[in-house]
């Protein structure tokens, strides 16, 4: 006799019990059921069995009757992602579906995933007092799956919609006065990484920037530095990558002293560089030829010198956002500063640095004051 794939069963007035047959447990062998309770009339009842049924066929396109969203998301990885985004970002991808999304909901169908199921893994990470950042992220990494899963036919409809997300609280830019940035640069001209430091410093890149510069990037005669590439490592891999976006790519002009301070550095670099013909070219490395790793430079190097120069505890990265805030401070065009930073837009610049716009204003109104009021009497 077969077994009916589908059932609708009465459990009040306008209370409905659906029940849909998944197969057997492949350990088990024992019969798995999806069974939810629909409130409303039997018609919408029906609609929502009908529907199950059409996700639960759709489901065998992967591997058999019962696709996991653990196995989902392997194939998902696997075929979707790595071949189309940077290393780092592939890590980061794994990594956040590890910790976060795969302990909590990697054993359910795929096709029978609620948006309830996902909102409880969510209030999860909420409960373990992780920011709304990571949760966002983390939303944002199984949404793409999702919706991927929706492009091969997978699912009908994305039980990641509907889903509450925290707020996220605006975190308050950390950045260097004009005098803090003065005592760091003097207290970092003593360690062997000045010139790193006054190159991030003064040009706003991002640390993977700065740290896969070659020397066959820069522009003696001009005194410019092209940013073409980033620096991570990967699985124990150093490799060399494209730079975050296309806009990214971008020619940087050098302060006078800081292309000095590269003159000497190239001037005293020592035999280690050529030991390693692939990263012979880089400018920045350890004292053994060797890639810079951005965490061991932080550790040994940056932190240190904040703790000796009596400034306060910021990260590396924001350094970036130290060099942009005293651009604008100082009157250098926004678009100007834009395309230094390698932001899509002059918009997104001010709206990053809108810290920086009432001393922007205060200056501007001077300046129109002085314009106008030049030679007049009131």
């Known amino acids: 006799m077969s077994r009916k794939v589908g059932q609708i069963i009465a459990r009040g007035e306008r209370r409905w019990l659906v029940r849909v047959y998944l197969g057997r447990d492949r350990e088990t062998r024992k019969r798995t059921y999806h069974n939810r309770t629909i409130y409303g009339s039997l018609r919408y009842a029906q609609a929502y069995l009908t529907r199950r049924l059409h996700e639960r066929d759709l489901s065998r396109g992967v591997e058999g009757l019962q696709v996991t969203v653990d196995e989902f998301l392997d194939h998902w990885l696997k075929t979707a992602v790595k071949p189309k985004v940077r290393g780092k970002t592939y890590s980061d991808y794994v990594a956040m579906l590890r910790r976060y999304i795969r302990p909590a909901i990697g054993v359910r169908i795929l096709a029978s995933l609620s948006p309830l199921e996902i909102q409880a893994a969510y209030q999860v990470m909420i409960d373990r007092k992780l920011s709304a950042r990571t949760v966002r992220y983390a939303h944002a990494v199984l949404r793409a799956a999702i919706r991927q899963a929706i492009r091969w036919q997978l699912l009908l409809n994305d039980p990641t919609q509907g889903v509450e997300l925290p707020r996220e609280q605006c975190r308050e830019m950390s950045v260097l006065t004009t005098e803090q940035a003065r005592s760091f640069l003097r207290t970092a001209s003593h360690s062997p990484q000045a010139c790193l430091f006054a190159v991030a410093l003064t ?102 010198l904040l703790r000796e120069a009596g400034l306060p505890n910021i990260r590396l990265y924001d350094l970036r956002h130290t060099s942009a805030t005293l651009a604008l401070t100082v009157g250098v065009a926004p678009k100007v500063v834009s395309e230094q930073l390698g932001h899509a837009s002059a918009a997104f610049t001010l709206d990053t640095y809108s810290h920086v716009l009432p001393h922007m204003q205060d200056e501007a109104a001077s300046k129109m004051e002085a314009a106008l009021l030049n030679g007049l009497s009131f």
Request: hydrophobic share 35%; charged share 30%; aromatic share 10%.
């Open 203 to 304: 040009t706003g890149m991002r640390p993977s920037e700065y740290l896969g510069l070659c020397w066959r990037d820069i522009d003696w005669d001009r005194g410019t530095i092209s940013v073409v590439r980033t620096l991570h490592r990967n699985e124990g891999q150093w490799t060399f990558a494209d730079t975050k976006r296309v806009r990214s790519r971008r020619v940087v002009k050098l302060q006078v002293w800081v292309l000095d301070l590269l003159r000497k550095l190239k001037g005293g670099a020592n035999e280690a560089r050529a030991c390693n013909s692939v990263f012979a070219d880089l400018i920045f490395t350890t004292a053994r030829g060797e890639p810079i790793n951005e965490e061991y430079l932080v550790k040994k190097h940056f932190k240190p």
